[in-house]
Structures are given as C-alpha cells and as structure tokens.
C-alpha cells in the first residue's frame, strides 16, 4: 500500500543506529561506566565560544521578521558573498557567489547534486571506503552505484577505476578527509584522479562530474593538506557542512559550491535549485546561514581529537590489533579478528565496545570506530578491547 | 548532460520570483513607494517577543554539544512529545509521540510524505485551486497529479471527486487555510470528505491517505474552526510548518504526525523515515526543535492579518473589482479584469502592482494577492488598483 524501499530504508536504520540502542540499554543495565561507544559521529568538541557570542549578537541586533524569513532559494547573498571570498582567499577556489547555493548539511548537498546531475540509469562512482548514504542518494536520483576500489593504503585504486568509467559514467564523489578511514588523498592522487577524468572526458566527449563531500576539510592532524578539487578539475562542485568545522551537526546548514568553470554551469546551477525545489527544501536555515557566514574565521578545536586519535591508536596497536592511522576526520579503521566483521562487532558488544561493522562503508574484515569521544573513555575501555583481543587467541 | 527537468524547475522559479525581482528593479527605477508588492507570502508580524527570549535562554541554558547536536532522525524525544500533547489536548488530535518526525518545514513534510506513500505512477488528487509546489512533489515521488475542480465558493467539488477516485489513487492533499484563496473547509465538508474517501476504500479494499497540509491552521479570522482530520479519518497525517504561527519562514522548522490508527502505521512511519534518508534529510534543525516544542502556547498577532485582510477586500470591491472572502492565512483570490489572468498580471506591473497570476495554482482567471504586508502599502496602493481597474473600461 506504500513503498517498500522507503519501508525499508526506514527499518535498516542502519546498525549505528542499533548499536547506539544496545548501548542505551546496557548503560541502564550495567552503568554507563561499562559502556565505550565509538559509533557515533557526533562532534564532542563544543562549538567555539565566539560562535556562541555571535549567535547571541545576531539575534539581538537583527529584526526578527529578516532574520527568521525567507531568503531567496540560493540563500542570502551576503552569506553566499562572504563564503565565496573565503573558499577564494583561504584555499584558492574557483568558486563563485552566484554559483553558491546554501543547503541544510552536506547530506542535503550530495543528494541536490545528484539529483541536479543524474538521468535514469546513469552511473556514479564510488571510491572504498564510502559513506553509505551516497548509495541512498544515488538510488533516489535513479542513478546507479559503481564502486571502485582502494589500495593497500585505503587510497585510490587506479587501474580498477579506469575499469569502472564508461558511456553511463557521469559522477564520482570524494571524500577526503574519508569517512571512514580518516585518510586525505594527498595532492598528487588528486592531480591524478583528475588527468584521468579529464583523458576519458576529451576520449569520449562525456562530462564526469566531481562531487567533492568536504565536511572535515578543516579536521586534519600534523599540518596535512586537504587540496582544493576546483582549482585542478573544471567539472567539480564542492558540498560542505559546518557541522563539524563549527561543532553544530543538528543544526544542518552548509552549502553547494559549483565551479563556474564547469560545463554549461548556468544550467547546471539551474538544475541544482531544481533538485532542491524537488526535494523539499525552501532555503537553508536562515539564522545558520548567516551565523555561520560571520564565523568563517573560526577553527574547532581539533587538538582535543588530534589527543584522541594517538591516544586511540597507541592504546589498540600496542593491544596488538592492526589500525589504519587517519590524518583527518575522527574515525579510524580497525582490522576485526573475524573475516566476519559483523561477528566481531557481536563480540565486541559483550565486552560493551560498540564498533561499527565495516561492510556498509565498503571496509568488509574492518570496523569504523568514531573518536570524537570523551578522552577517558579511550582510557577507561582498554581492558575491555584487551579482553576482546584475548577471547580471539 | 544532466536532468533536463531540474533544469526546467530550477529556472521556471515561479512567476512569485519574477515578480520579485522585477519589483526590486522598479522600486530602483521609481522609488520604493511606487511598488505594492503583494507576491511573497513572508510573514509581516514579527516572531512573538516571548520566542526571542526563549531562544535566547536556550543558547545561554544549554551545553553546546547537545543543542547543536545531532537529534535522532525522527527528532528530540522530548519535541515530539511536547507537540503530540498539544496537538492532543488544544485540537483532540489522534497523535503519538511515537509517530511524530520532525521536518525542514511543511514543504519538507509533504515531500517526504508522499515519497513514503508512493509508488510509480501511483496518483494523488489536488484539490484546486491548490500550492503549486505539490504538483513537483507528487512527480518527484514518482506520482501522478489528478487534479480535482472547486465549486463556485472554491470549496471542494464532490462529483468531480468522486470521478477522480480510481485504482491507483494513493492520498490526497488538504490544505485548509487554503493557500491561495483563503478558504477553510468547514467540519461538515471535511466529514463528507472523509465518508467519500471511507466508503471508497470499503468498496474497493485500497489506502487513500489524506495529507493535511496546515501550515495556516492557526491564522484564521472571526473564530474560524480549523477541524482536526486525523479525529475524523484513520489514514491521514498532519504536515505542518511553524513558518507562519511563529513567523519564522526562513528556519525551516516542522513536523509530519502520523494518524497512529493510520493502516500499517509502523511500516508507514519507517518508510517516512526512509523517504527522509533518501531525500538527504539528517534531522530538523536540533536548535529549532528545541525552541518550537517550547513555544507552543505562543501564537502570532493575527490582528495584524485580519485588519490587513478586511481594509484590502474593502478597498478592492469598493473599486468594482470580485474578490473571494478569505476566512483564514493571508492570500485573497482576485477575479482578473482579462481572461488571461498572466496578460492581466503583466498589465498590472505597469501600474507597480505586483499580482501572482492564479494559473499556477489552478485558479486560472484570478490573481493571488499576499497581504502579509505593511498595511500603509494597501492604503498607498488605491489609486493604482483604481488605475488598473479604469484601463479596463
């Protein structure tokens, strides 16, 4: 009598989600001392106090009837103005402000992009490990999913990508920093990724669109570079969030960022606030557009996740598991000591170590641990992984 | 090389957008004074004071991480309760904390509704004249638009209903304050929508869910009843907006409420959810969540409407021109002095009138008038309304 998939959808409510719920209930069972969750995503670093200023200073110095209303479907333009100058001058895009269109999070982005880009049967590249919700999004926009492999080093696989590209072949979305394994593609995969797409564009005359999903550009470690995708490829858009550059995820306000110089980019600018009028979406949240347009300058506080991840990857390498050492982002990728990475996070659970099966990110034999976390909880779950580490001896 | 329809949508920004911008450039022309813009439908009264000063304790109350924070994706339990027991005990609605989710807005409501409900080439009915945006959502679902005719108080046509009523008929849309006449459909003709849909659901064993879109449920003038559909019928929800009872349009801030007698419940509210997922929606605006839950005793100055609305219907009709009587939002249907209501609209603009041709919203022969205005703009507006209406004799 409805729709099935949507059904669906709604109950695979992904196992972050059940073990969130595990850990809700073991908490009451045996304390919330016994319980170490690194599943979820959520920034545990607040939002910069200067945010908290500004946001105070914008509602009592702005009319409610402008502050709370529509702005047009693009979002304001003085945000859009500001963001552009600063995607310019900070990281040397090719960007523009009439080509800027402020959405609510980068889930939101990525979806509006693939719907603006995508006709029925048309093909998107998805290089492992991914964030399970592009293959939602590409789903809903009647796009299909191709995956692409990675190397040893969770980079780009190459020679299975050139496999992958074909006459349906019309996106690709990167991820770096990745979710989940923390890893940047450095600037010389990027140049790379990017020859290659444009070889096979003037090969074949088809557009290949980069969707850049860029929500922990400003989340990386020891001085890492996060190159800038516009600057290197014509046919690229970047969708940003500031959830977790200024700490607010709920709040889901970022924006879609089209590189004037893309192919008929007027059209496609069109067809980005055509997907979003179809999607249901009005405009951005109108107080986060502006809030985060006047905080642009500010900068989490990434040295507490920076403390998290060594702390996190001494304390497990030196239990004797095998991690992938992220640059960026707050996840890292644990090598699970069951070729079933679903039975090893079953474990892991009886230990109270809430850890996220590999297999929806692309990472099969791994699990995703999230560590924007409270720092003693790193400390305090040591026994329990060494447990979980000794029941597999 | 991409979706030519999005394309389309996104450029066909509705004549509203033209009318707007057109007005932007006369009033750089002319002066602002020689433009009566009745096009947009933003709130002129300000957010309540109360809201400004519970939004401000909230940002001053809470720990950052959690008002900014992810909420699950159905939203804050706590939310959804609050408004549950409103909806209970202000309208005696058949709600359900459980079978509350919280949206983007009632745009983001009525599009995820009807992309849990349907399946391809499933059919809704609009009942003209109707928001145009509904028309996008139901194609976008994969749905077809049956469009079903009004009768001379633009009330809802039973016959031409009834012939509409087919195998694949999957919902109906009700919106009621009807935007653009104004229209309330009172208790009786709500009950007799709910028999015709009953009985046809009976005869035939197929769903027709009734989708009450009321973002204008409490704007209504002279004590107007608003009758609750889902104590009337069992297969129905509630999309609604705070937009306009808090005068906050721009934060996209709303809810589904599912009918927990609704035929499947649960399998239905898991395909909103997955419909939510798949249209790249996380979760409402958490910050918003928050404060809307606490504001539910707060209502607009609708005073403001109501002398707005009685000054501009008798100023028009004192002029000579057919107006149709608005019981509640903040539009009123005017009958065009040309049979093209578009070349009448046009003509209009020569006069610095910005009126929405009625087309769009299947009110062809009549324009749309927003009167959520500075009621100064309707007294400045006589002599050019007289203007229009002599260009005619």
Known sequence: MFNDYMVELGNRRSCIRDLYEFGRRRAADVGEDSVFDFSLGNPSVPSPAEMTDRLKTLIGGCDPVTLHGYTTAAGDMKARKAIAEDLKNVRGARVSADYIYMTCGAAAAVAIALNAILNEGDEVILLTPYFPEYEVFVKKAGGKPVFVGCDEKFCIDFQSLE?????????????????????????????????????YQKRTGNCVYIVSDE???????????????????????IAYSFSKSLSMPGERIGYIALNPSAHSADRLYAAIMGAGRALGYVCAPSLFQRLTAACLDLRPNIEVYRRNRDALYGMLTGIGFECVFPQGAFYMLMKALDPDACAFSDRAKDFGLLLVPGDDFGAKGYVRLAYCVDENMIKRSEQAFKKLYNSYK
Chains 1, 2 share one sequence.
């Open 215 to 237: 929500p922990y550009r400003e989340i990386v470690y020891d001085g890492a570079e996060v190159a800038d995708i516009t600057s290197m490829y014509d046919n690229s858009l």
């Open 163 to 199: 496999r992958a590209l074909g006459p349906a072949t019309r996106a690709i979305i990167v991820n770096s920093p990745n979710n989940p394994s923390g890893i940047i593609y450095d600037r010389v995969t990027l140049k790379r990724l990017c020859d290659t797409l444009d070889e």
